[in-house]
């Protein structure tokens, strides 16, 4: 007969478990906060870039929501980097969403380059204005 040995609730084993949990459960920007959640929502815009990455054509690729990701995600990524405490998941959130969207930017002006496409901001070319005679 083998007699089953079980941790003692306090044993330092579990209690540098608990120390580690609720360090993280009361950090500043821990799950009790705004500061948490809001970056962890933001994931879903990185999973919507991955996906228009993968299924949709350049010419199909928004220029202005392009662009307006980009840009947000390298300011928020930098405000990330000055505000106290560091919010290391608002860093990594926005370095993905601006990365995200440089690459899609990318696939807009690669396409100009080859002729897919007119210009980065319109996909087909101006039409012709008539002159009133």
């Known amino acids: 007969y083998q007699r089953r040995v079980r941790a003692h609730p306090l044993s330092p084993v579990n209690m540098a478990s608990v120390g580690r949990f609720a360090k993280f459960w009361n950090h500043p920007a821990g ?16 999973i919507a870039g991955l996906a228009d ?62 002729g897919e496409i007119y210009s980065y901001w319109s996909n087909s070319a101006p039409t012709p204005r008539k002159d009133k005679e």
Do not use: D
């Open 53 to 114: 990455i993968a299924t949709r054509t350049a010419e199909q690729i928004s220029p202005a929501q392009v662009t307006a990701l980009s840009v947000t995600g390298i300011v928020w990524a930098r405000y990330a980097t000055q505000i106290t405490p560091v919010n290391y998941n608002l860093l990594a959130v926005n370095v993905f969403v601006g990365a995200t969207g440089l690459y899609q930017a990318y696939m807009r002006v690669e396409a100009v380059k080859k």
């Open 31 to 46: 799950p009790k906060t705004i500061h948490f959640w809001a970056p962890s929502w933001k994931w879903a815009l990185v």
